[in-house]
């Protein structure tokens, strides 16, 4: 199967195009409501850019990846968490399903937060730069741990899990001077991080039955990216605990402007009562 996801180099082209785009637009004096999409679209294509980008540095040939790996998968078992082997056994057996995770994990991803954001800023604009900021916070803070390389668990031979997707030929992923580089960021796991962002903004923006559609695909991402051998149930952990940290900040913050806002208020208020009792005097 050829690699339907982007690379860092053709997200930075196509932000490049959308950002002559957006200068052609203001220089012709284009209505104003559609600037922003193009500018909004040029910033998730940077961002999905850069985790590309990290992604392919984190690698870099370190085998020591591996070793991260084979850490957390003990982890896992100390704590008790469930065995991704199993769950992968289960599902080896079918081979319509396992083509369809795979390719579930190829597709979807990139292609359900575009409808979401594209569906958020159509329909809700006014709640748009919100989640917007929390994905790129989200984002951000996943970056930054990736670039220390680790290796996911169909990589790491103590956990004897299969590669799924090189099994039916529908691996998105290269090979770098014989390693696989660009596949060691498993930790924290983007694809949940946004699969479970979207679930919770969808679900906080419209009470319509179709929300839950944003909630299976929540659901069927983290499912996909652990039977396919992506992902430790670690990596989906440590990303929806980045959320809630982004939700967090996004609160706090939100709380602090409205508070500043609120004291500028009433000081002018003040001024312009103090003003008109002194001209009424």
Known sequence: MPNIMWTWQQAAVAAGVLAVVWGVLKARGAAPRSRPFVSEAALIIVLYGLWQLVGSLSGN??????????????????????????????????????????LYYATMHFTVLIIFLVWLFTRHRELYGRWRT???????ACLLI????????????????????????????????????????????????????????????????????????????????????????????????LLLVALGVDLFSRTLWQRFATRRKESANSSEASASLVDAA
């Open 61 to 102: 040939g370190d085998y020591s990846a591996v070793g991260r790996g084979q850490w957390i998968w003990n982890a896992e078992r100390t704590l008790w968490l469930p065995n991704e082997r199993s769950l992968q056994s289960w599902v080896l057996p079918h081979p319509l399903i396992v083509q369809a995770a795979n």
């Open 134 to 140: 929390v994905l790129a916070v989200v984002t951000a």
């Open 146 to 241: 990736q670039f220390l390389p680790v290796a996911p668990p169909r990589m790491v031979p103590v956990t004897g899990m299969v590669d799924t997707a090189v099994v039916y030929n529908q691996s998105v992923y290269g090979t770098i001077g014989g390693f696989q580089a660009d596949q060691l960021s498993a930790m924290p796991s983007v694809h949940v991080g946004w699969a479970v962002l979207v679930a919770i903004a969808v679900c906080s923006v419209t009470k319509s039955r179709w929300r839950y559609l944003a909630v299976a695909h929540a659901a069927l991402t983290v499912f996909v990216v652990v039977v396919t051998g992506n992902h430790f149930w670690a990596d989906g952990i440590v990303a929806v605990a």
